[in-house]
């Protein structure tokens, strides 16, 4: 089949403007989990709970959500449309803000957040299919970058936004927070995105379409690695996002300073972000992953060291995490254009299958990751460390099967006379 993206409907609006309205997408998942986080004791203090750390739930519920609804939307956008599938998912998300606003202990305010993970799924898999949509190769690697850069300016503020309805109100009024930063995103999609999916590239949803889409997938050894990768990646990023409320305020003290530790490091992911998108017009996606990788690898083992030799203090703690989130900035965006490369004629079931399997290990990893939290950084770092590990095998296999494929073509090739 034919690359889309070489076909899709010219934008009537900037690149910038594009990236950002992307971004903005993407980021309702980020707004989400991050806003909550500083009001984490304060649902604590206002519904019972059979352990602490059970608070961190309301985090893994929205991704646990988020990974089946992807599931759905992916399959819907491809049948019915791309911004179908974002006005409706927006309306659910709203529909689960409503349910958390009104809950009443810990089991309605989960059901209120899985409620908010199956709505963002359809803004979050609409968002890459766009832009996969629009832009293949190192193009759409770039738009990410640009992207992912904007997108985590959403985590950097987030908190504060949250602190900041705390002082005037209590930790329920963030979800109204969340309603007009929906209502945003609708109005500007209804105005200034067009369709980019045209009917003469709709593929009807249905189980045999599905399993085409998912044999695509699953078929595509790159593809499958970069997703295990993705999950993984996540998954220890997950575990820290889950901890870092009890890390910033319970282990160092940090209060409502917890705020502004949160954004610097959510400006370090921004900032390498931003280098990113220059960086892969000039060198492989591939190569830039893996020195990144290397980098979480032995800043991680270095950390951990250094727990053997003395007290952990805030200053080092924050060195690292500024390493592991520049790291992580370098990686992000080339991984999911890695994965979605050979998918452009199933863009939006693969950015389903990849995003969900992808959300289901992260949630998991993230879940356990968080739970095992013990009043130290040990659970956090040896996540960082040995999920790294396991992602440098797997890149190196898939630059090894990458390389072995364009080695085999070339000997099948018809010579040329």
Known sequence: ??????????????????????????????????????????????????????????????????ALGQLICGPLSDATGRKKVLNGGIALFLVGTAVC???????????????????????????????????SGNEMARIMSL?????????????????????VGNWRDIFLLYVGYALLIVVWIFWRLEETLPE??????????????????????????????MGLFFGSFVGYLNSSQQIFQSLFNTGELFTLYFGLLALVFGAASLLNSRLVQKWDMQQLSAAAVWGIIVSSALFLALHLVTDIQLWMFLLYAAVLFFCFGLVFGNINAMAMEP???????????????????????????????????????????????????????????????????????????
């Open 1 to 66: 089949m034919s690359d889309y993206s070489t076909h899709a409907p010219q934008s009537r609006i900037s690149t910038a403007e594009f990236s950002l309205l992307v971004a903005l997408m993407m980021s309702i998942v980020a707004i989400s989990i991050d806003a909550l986080l500083p009001a984490l004791d304060a649902i604590r203090a206002d519904i019972a709970m059979s352990h602490p750390n059970q608070a961190q739930l309301v985090v893994s519920a929205l991704f646990f959500g988020m």
């Open 101 to 135: 606003y009104f809950a009443k202990d810990i089991n309605m305010l989960l059901l209120g957040r899985f409620i908010q993970g199956l709505g963002v799924s359809g803004p979050y898999v609409s968002a890459i299919s766009i832009v996969r949509d629009k832009y």
């Open 343 to 417: 998918m452009g004629h199933v863009a939006g079931i693969a950015a389903a299958i990849i995003g969900s399997v992808s959300s289901i290990m992260s949630m998991s990893i993230g879940t356990i990751i968080g739970q095992l939290y013990n009043g130290s950084l040990i659970p956090v770092t040896l996540g960082f460390f040995i999920f790294a590990c396991i992602n440098m095998a797997i890149l190196t296999f898939a630059k090894s099967y990458k390389q072995k494929q364009v080695m085999q073509q070339q000997n099948t090739a018809p010579s040329a006379g």
């Open 147 to 167: 992207v992912m850069m904007i997108f985590v300016m959403v985590p950097a503020l987030a908190p504060s936004l949250g602190q900041a309805v705390l002082w």
């Open 200 to 229: 003469a590239h709709r593929i009807p949803m249905s189980k045999k379409g599905f399993a085409e889409g998912f044999k695509e997938v699953i078929s595509s050894v790159p593809t499958v690695c970069y997703m295990i990768c």
